[in-house]
């Protein structure tokens, strides 16, 4: 078994690190507190190939290993969450569809521009105002054949990206029992993208609900097989869940540095924080539940990557690592003291930010039930 990264992936890591620390970082409570999205930052990721992890290279993507589109979200979520997060659904929702399933054509139109940081992000919208975590059963969004085009009437919730993204892959209804993705660019008629959500954390990164009214779409924009769209949905909620749970070890590997280096300067009853046991054990737990969460997380991209199944890994690694990023950031607030509860702290934001990893793509009782379901056999 080996353990150690390669020589590339170090490189990469270390690439992905020094930008993040430079152009993402510096900007991530402002990206907060303004709820603005940091367009001057993800300008730059196309070429270094943030914008296409998972887009192959003859398309204008980075085509890098699964191992290191994980290595990139952590990188990413260290930073800002919300950036992080926009970043891992443009990715891993928006682009791999397109990727994985869509035609030629479909890729040569969309792939390149959203790989290349000259065009806005992409989206994913599968949630409904009825259709959480029931997509099977609860999408009631419908996409109708009218001569040449895909007439779309629905209504989506919860979908990052929208209102900066070129292109909405969305999850309808094309048949009483059958679900397609289709790709509906978001400057076509009749789509209207409602305003931000007001959330808890994240708040630089963009949440919107969706509607569809009459919205046509060539019957090309077709995204797969008419009638695949919900497996193809979980295949790609498999690939989407690693880069969560790398996002939960950044947002909790940032807390764990911060925490640290104030326990270093504060000092009470005569010490600093440092000497108190308290205060030891809690990152030595923060320390050690990181290293074992980030070993989940690039177990499950190295499946992934093998092309092995890696559904149940994926499940363990998203369950894993963001319940530990809440427990991480706590207690890095703990360690705070009552300064932990003020916004001039960064782990105050962090642990708004990491609330929603144990929800988005897939709730921890999601994860749970997709667990034993595989182990039990049922």
């Given at each position: 078994?080996?353990?150690d990264?390669?020589s590339?992936?170090?490189?990469?890591?270390a690439?992905?690190?020094?930008?993040?620390?430079?152009?993402?970082?510096?900007?991530?409570?402002e990206?907060?507190?303004?709820?603005r999205?940091?367009?001057?930052a993800?300008?730059q990721?196309?070429?270094?190939?943030?914008?296409?992890?998972?887009?192959?290279?003859?398309?204008?993507?980075?085509?890098?290993?699964a191992?290191?589109?994980?290595?990139?979200?952590?990188?990413?979520?260290?930073?800002?969450?919300?950036?992080?997060l926009?970043?891992?659904?443009?990715?891993?929702?928006?682009?791999a569809p397109?990727?994985l399933f869509?035609?030629?054509?479909?890729?040569?139109?969309?792939?390149?521009?959203?790989?290349?940081?000259?065009?806005?992000?992409?989206?994913?919208?599968?949630?409904?105002?009825?259709?959480?975590?029931?997509?099977?059963?609860?999408?009631?969004?419908?996409?109708a054949?009218?001569g040449d085009?895909?007439?779309?009437?629905?209504?989506?919730?919860?979908?990052?990206?929208?209102?900066?993204?070129?292109?909405?892959?969305?999850?309808?209804?094309?048949?009483?029992?059958?679900?397609?993705?289709?790709?509906?660019?978001?400057?076509?008629?009749?789509?209207t993208?409602?305003?931000?959500?007001?959330?808890?954390?994240?708040?630089?990164?963009?949440?919107h609900?969706?509607?569809?009214?009459?919205?046509?779409v060539?019957?090309?924009?077709?995204?797969?097989?008419?009638?695949?769209?919900?497996?193809?949905t979980l295949?790609?909620?498999?690939?989407?869940r690693?880069?969560?749970?790398?996002?939960?070890?950044?947002?909790?590997?940032?807390?764990?540095?911060?925490?640290?280096?104030?326990?270093?300067?504060?000092?009470?009853?005569?010490a600093p924080?440092?000497?108190?046991?308290?205060?030891?054990?809690?990152?030595?737990?923060?320390?050690?539940?990181?290293?074992?969460?980030?070993?989940?997380?690039?177990?499950?991209?190295?499946?992934?990557?093998?092309?092995?199944s890696?559904?149940?890994?994926?499940?363990?690694?998203?369950?894993?690592?963001?319940?530990?990023?809440?427990?991480?950031?706590?207690?890095?607030?703990?360690?705070?003291?009552?300064?932990?509860?003020s916004?001039?702290?960064?782990?105050e934001?962090?642990?708004r930010?990491?609330?929603?990893?144990?929800?988005?793509?897939?709730?921890?009782?999601?994860?749970?039930?997709?667990?034993?379901r595989?182990i039990?056999?049922?």
């Amino acid at each position: 078994m080996e353990f150690d990264l390669t020589s590339e992936q170090q490189l990469w890591r270390a690439a992905v690190h020094d930008f993040a620390a430079r152009e993402v970082q510096p900007r991530a409570r402002e990206t907060d507190e303004q709820a603005r999205f940091n367009w001057e930052a993800v300008r730059q990721m196309g070429p270094l190939g943030l914008l296409g992890l998972n887009v192959p290279e003859e398309y204008g993507g980075a085509g890098v290993d699964a191992v290191s589109a994980a290595i990139a979200i952590e990188e990413l979520g260290w930073a800002c969450g919300s950036t992080a997060l926009a970043i891992a659904a443009h990715n891993g929702l928006a682009c791999a569809p397109l990727a994985l399933f869509g035609s030629e054509a479909l890729k040569a139109a969309w792939l390149p521009r959203l790989a290349s940081g000259q065009g806005r992000l992409g989206a994913l919208a599968l949630t409904e105002p009825g259709a959480g975590s029931d997509l099977g059963g609860g999408v009631r969004t419908r996409a109708a054949r009218d001569g040449d085009a895909w007439v779309i009437d629905g209504e989506k919730m919860w979908t990052t990206n929208a209102s900066i993204a070129d292109v909405i892959v969305t999850l309808c209804r094309t048949s009483a029992d059958r679900l397609s993705l289709i790709g509906v660019p978001t400057d076509a008629p009749g789509l209207t993208i409602g305003p931000a959500e007001k959330k808890m954390g994240l708040k630089g990164s963009p949440t919107h609900a969706v509607s569809y009214a009459n919205v046509r779409v060539p019957l090309e924009n077709l995204v797969g097989v008419e009638g695949k769209g919900l497996a193809q949905t979980l295949a790609v909620l498999d690939g989407g869940r690693v880069g969560i749970g790398a996002l939960a070890v950044g947002l909790a590997q940032a807390a764990y540095e911060a925490a640290a280096q104030y326990a270093h300067e504060r000092r009470t009853f005569g010490a600093p924080l440092t000497q108190h046991q308290a205060i030891q054990f809690m990152l030595a737990d923060a320390a050690t539940e990181i290293e074992a969460a980030r070993l989940l997380v690039y177990r499950a991209a190295w499946l992934k990557q093998q092309g092995r199944s890696y559904t149940v890994a994926a499940a363990q690694a998203k369950l894993f690592a963001t319940e530990m990023a809440e427990r991480v950031t706590r207690n890095a607030i703990q360690v705070h003291g009552g300064y932990g509860y003020s916004a001039e702290f960064a782990v105050e934001r962090i642990y708004r930010d990491a609330r929603l990893m144990t929800i988005g793509e897939g709730t921890s009782e999601m994860q749970r039930l997709v667990i034993a379901r595989n182990i039990l056999k049922l």
